[in-house]
Each structure stands twice: as structure tokens, then as C-alpha cells.
């Protein structure tokens, strides 16, 4: 399975990132931080770049696993938290997730990297229900969700658990429109 490569999510998450990570004082580089899904790795290496070191990158692919180690990150190979130290918590986790629908033309060998279930937001969800549990007392999430992933599902999810929710950035494409939000409880 060929690792995903940067795309238009990926560079409009990569964007909300660093504007985020810019409202940080220097000595706040210790914050720890959680690139779930992480992929060509170019979220943890935006982090990386503005002098921040605890990053966790966490993916289920093996391949994956494999590149990011070679970057010199800390990795853990797990579906969502599976694998993650149910004591571990981050101040921050950022999520480029799977978005799209159940597409049977879809080559098998891309699914994992794009497809999240039949309804396009399984595997959000799925994260939104564990994550909070991983957050810090002050801890955020930067997630990216699609138009093509019944976002309005997304966000009724989102209220159910009681997270707070922030608009960051947005963008229109030919066929769908990427949101960057921000979540904290």
C-alpha cells in the first residue's frame, strides 16, 4: 500500500496547524502533541519545524510506521487508540482522518488511507468517542472533515459529547469543501 501523499486536506490542515501553533510561546514547545493518522507524516513535521518535540505519530498502517520511524518520531502502529496508553494525554491531536464514502471502484489499495466506512464518517466517529479521553484538562483537537462526510452527523456527534466546536479554516474544491475545526471539552 502506497503511503498517502499531501493533497488539498492535508495542506489546509498543515495551514490551520501553524496558525494555531504560532499563539505559543517559545517555552510551551514541551507541549505534547498526537498527529493521529499521521501518513506522509507532514502534519509531525510542521510541528517539528516550529520547535516543538514531544510529537507522537499514530497510524495503522505498517508502511507508514516504517517511513515515520525513519523521520525520527515516535510512532505507535494502531487503529485510532487501540494502541495508545489509555494514561496517556495530549495537549493536542491532530486528525486528518479517512472521509470518504464506500466507493466499490475505489482501489482496495487506497481505501485505508481514504475510505471511512459506507457512510463516510465512521471512522470520525469513532475517534470523537475515545479522544477526549486523551486530551489534557486544557487539550484541543485540529480535525479535518469533508462536505462528502455528512458533516452535519459529525456535529451532532460532536454536541452529544459535549465538545465545543471552532470553525478555523475552510475550502472550497470543485467537488467537495474541506473544514479545519477546532474541538475542546
Known sequence: ??????????????????????NFKSSDTKLKILDMGSGSGIQAETCK????????????????????????FKVVQTDLFSKI????????IVFNPPYLPEDKDEPEDSRLATTAGKEG????????????THLTEKGVILLLISSLSKPNS??????????????????????????VYLLRT
Open 1 to 22: 500500500m502506497a503511503i498517502y501523499q499531501p493533497a488539498e486536506d492535508s495542506y489546509l490542515l498543515k495551514e490551520a496547524l501553524e496558525n494555531y501553533l504560532k
Open 49 to 72: 519545524k516550529l520547535k516543538f518535540e514531544n510529537i507522537t505519530a499514530a497510524d495503522i498502517d505498517p508502511e507508514v510506521i516504517k517511513h515515520l520511524k525513519k523521520s525520527g
Open 85 to 92: 496508553n489509555k494514561k496517556d494525554k495530549f495537549d493536542l
Open 121 to 132: 464518517n465512521e471512522i470520525i466517529i469513532k475517534f470523537l468517542k475515545t479522544a477526549k
Open 154 to 179: 459529525i456535529k451532532k456527534q460532536i454536541k452529544e459529547l459535549n465538545y465545543k466546536l471552532r470553525l478555523l479554516a475552510n475550502q472550497k474544491l470543485f467537488f467537495e469543501e474541506l473544514y
